[in-house]
């Protein structure tokens, strides 16, 4: 088989640009992988906005709640039955509740 003489120029050419190939083959990998670092940077930014939006949603509503709560001294009256100091002492109606329990024991 004989080959061509314009053959032997193109391999001659090709091997002659096999270093300008090699610089073009780095350059388009350096770019694509700038791109692909950008592209997956704006992704994960997107990401990110889209989490913190949920986070600060469910912040702005907890806070919204505690607005709509009663005032901390009000809660405090109702959880003692009075005043936190005044828990100790005993309550008018502490001897009835005695009573009424002890009748309930006895009648059982």
């Known amino acids: 088989m004989n080959t ?7 391999m ?8 300008s ?3 073009r083959e780095r350059a388009a990998y350096e770019q694509g992988y ?8 704006e992704t994960g930014y997107g990401h990110a906005h889209y989490e ?10 907890h806070v919204r709640e505690l607005a709509r709560t009663r005032p901390y001294s ?25 009573r009424l329990a002890a009748q309930t ?3 059982a």
């Open 4 to 10: 061509p003489p314009d053959a032997y120029r193109a």
């Open 12 to 19: 001659a050419a090709l091997v002659a640009d096999l270093d």
């Open 21 to 23: 190939q090699h610089r």
């Open 34 to 41: 700038r791109d692909g670092h950008r592209s997956g940077w």
């Open 52 to 61: 913190m939006a949920g986070h600060w949603a469910r912040l702005a509503n």
């Open 74 to 98: 009000e809660l405090s009256q109702r959880r003692w039955d009075g005043h936190r100091a005044d828990f100790a002492r005993p309550h008018p109606n502490d001897r009835q509740r005695l």
């Open 105 to 107: 024991r006895r009648s």
